[in-house]
């Protein structure tokens, strides 16, 4: 390794990545009690997986501090995945956050698709060939490397858990579960057309929020990632969480 990659690797985890392990999470889920404690977090911050000839993925790869092999937890991110783990209360914050995992001894694995941040490439249609192609290299990538013990699930709500059954039809060796939040089976009728109605309004949201210049190459490092989540996991949370509440639909309407 690079003396420049080195240093990187050790500044980003000069801060550990904070969390609230307690209440409802960003991604609308509540944890349970751990059944491991104390185990920590750190970060593998843009692991490259290769998925065609000169074409990389890039990959954040959080760790339990403590040596071992852990179960993957595979994310599939449409969007560019900077700011995922700052605890903001973003639209796309549909992960979970991963100090819940590491401390319940699994390694969640948050990989962005072609084309955007730090992934190489030209991005596809969406749940495409490519897609599912990605993600089941993106799979046994993981199950290889030396913190996994092999096994792999797959996580996310939304258009993380809409690509899963794609990929689990596929049946690849390494992957034993997956578990898909608030998807939809019917991309007519479930998102262009919700009830009956036409959607512009979520999908100028969803393509004005999530893919213009900015978001796709936005490029935050981890070590701010990681001061700026122990501000909004601090006692400022609920306040944080109150303010952008209240300027919701202002917000949208930027998109």
Request: with cysteine; charged share 15%.
């Amino acid at each position: 390794m690079k003396a420049g990659a080195s240093l990187s690797k050790f500044w980003d985890n000069v801060i550990p990545l904070k969390s609230s392990l307690k209440g409802i999470q960003l991604a609308g889920w509540t944890p349970g009690a751990p059944a491991m404690h104390g185990m920590g977090c750190r970060i593998l911050s843009d692991q490259r997986i290769e998925v065609d000839e000169g074409v990389s993925l890039s990959a954040d790869v959080y760790l339990p501090k403590q040596s071992g092999r852990y179960p993957a937890v595979v994310i599939f991110s449409a969007y560019n995945k900077e700011l995922h783990t700052a605890g903001l209360p973003t639209g796309t914050n549909e992960i979970g956050s991963p100090p819940v995992f590491t401390d319940r001894g699994y390694a969640p694995v948050i990989i962005g698709r072609r084309g955007m941040g730090r992934s190489g490439g030209t991005a596809g249609v969406f749940y495409g060939s490519q897609d599912v192609d990605d993600h089941e290299r993106c799979i046994a990538w993981a199950a290889a490397q030396p913190w996994c013990d092999g096994k792999v699930v797959l996580f996310g709500t939304s258009y993380y858990g809409m690509s899963q059954p794609l990929v689990a039809l596929r049946q690849p060796p390494a992957l034993k579960a997956f578990f898909s939040n608030e998807m939809s089976t019917d991309y007519f009728r479930h998102i262009f057309q919700f009830g009956g109605a036409p959607a512009p309004y979520f999908l100028n949201v969803w393509t004005g929020g999530n893919f213009n210049e900015t978001q796709v190459h936005l490029r935050v490092p981890p070590l701010v990632r990681a001061i700026v989540s122990h501000i909004t996991n601090s006692p400022l949370k609920s306040f944080i969480s109150r303010a952008a509440m209240k300027r919701v639909d202002k917000l949208f309407r930027t998109f």
